[in-house]
């Protein structure tokens, strides 16, 4: 189906890295469905680098009270982030105006989400909580794009895939395993609660050495370093170097961090993109990111079971019981690439275009059914 109408997107809340990830993306995937899209920032934010931005348009606003105004009539409005409800109605009364949801939503959110013609999640843990809302829900999950990370290094053509082909000393697995952690400035993916949990079970192990990319802030880095005090000999720590490409040469699995319910793993991705399998507790969002046996291993919640799975996980990926090769499960990792992110787009564009094309020209309004999903017109105020 031919998308003809423009489409503003409106990314107000700057600072949040895994959202401009998506915005960048999900503006990407627009232009690949020969959408007109404009990109509606505020102040002088500017996210975007030349060879990204390729056939996309900006614009900026200096408050978020001025969105309706900046959205012109026959546009629809695609909404990143949280604006106010006042915002929201004003501007839903005129065009069509979908949330683009990444995060879990509030119950205090409902009010405010119910306003809009239709809800789309970035994962299916989203989805199922803005349908237990209740809320107009799309009943897929978009995804999201991951960019394996470079590592300096030429590329080589491995499984269909390309992959970093290392020109320095590979990874040696005859003189132990190493367990990669990776932090970012101001985010620490709950590593000091894990590490203090799992500590006494990585000690016991004589054969596993940690490395810490990244930096940590100076009171959760001194809880890691008192947890892993007994094997100090073993654990290095590289603030220097937060490149997850590095990994790929040195560390046998990336250990995840602490569930999150406000975030998507990109590191657990990227990771796996680059070959490096990952430990990680079978929770959301982990299991929707980790195949189990094949890209990583899943463990219980420490907090669960004293560690047990840790243990038996953490042992296994130390006997090599189990070849597991991320970039031998290449339709896993294609799910968090473009293509796959414009595809479902697209599917988003198709409903929009056709479900809300009758109530523009009637002044019909969307009813969701008892479940959150879109099912049918019916005249407003009935």
Partial sequence: MTYARQVVVAHLEQGLAGRERCVRAFCRALVDNGVDTTVLLAGDADLWRAEDA???????IKAVSELPAAVPDGADAFVFGRIPLDVLETLSARVTVVGVVDYLPQPEEVATRSRYHLLVGTSDRIVEELVQLGLPTHQESLGVVVTSPTTGQSTATRNGSKVAALTSRPRDRRFGTTIGMVVE???DYGYPDLV???APILVRLPTVKI?????????????VVAALAPMCDRVSFKPEQPHLGLLHSTVHFLLAGMPSEESFPYYVV???????????????PFFDVVLEGRTGLLFADPRSDDGAGFREALEMAVARTRLIDPLMWEAHLARFRQPAFSLAVGDVLDIVSSEFSLRRT???RIERSDTGTVMRLVARGG
Avoid at 270 to 284: F, H, K, R, S
Wanted: no cysteine.
């Fill in 270 to 284: 990227e990771a796996q993109m680059i070959g490096v399998p990952v430990l990680a507790i079978d929770d959301a």
């Fill in 185 to 187: 400035p101001g985010v």
């Fill in 54 to 60: 390729d056939g996309i348009k900006f614009a900026h």
């Fill in 196 to 198: 203090e949990l799992v």
């Fill in 211 to 223: 490395e810490i990319f990244g930096s940590l802030a100076r009171k959760q880095e001194a809880r």
């Fill in 362 to 364: 009637t002044g019909r």
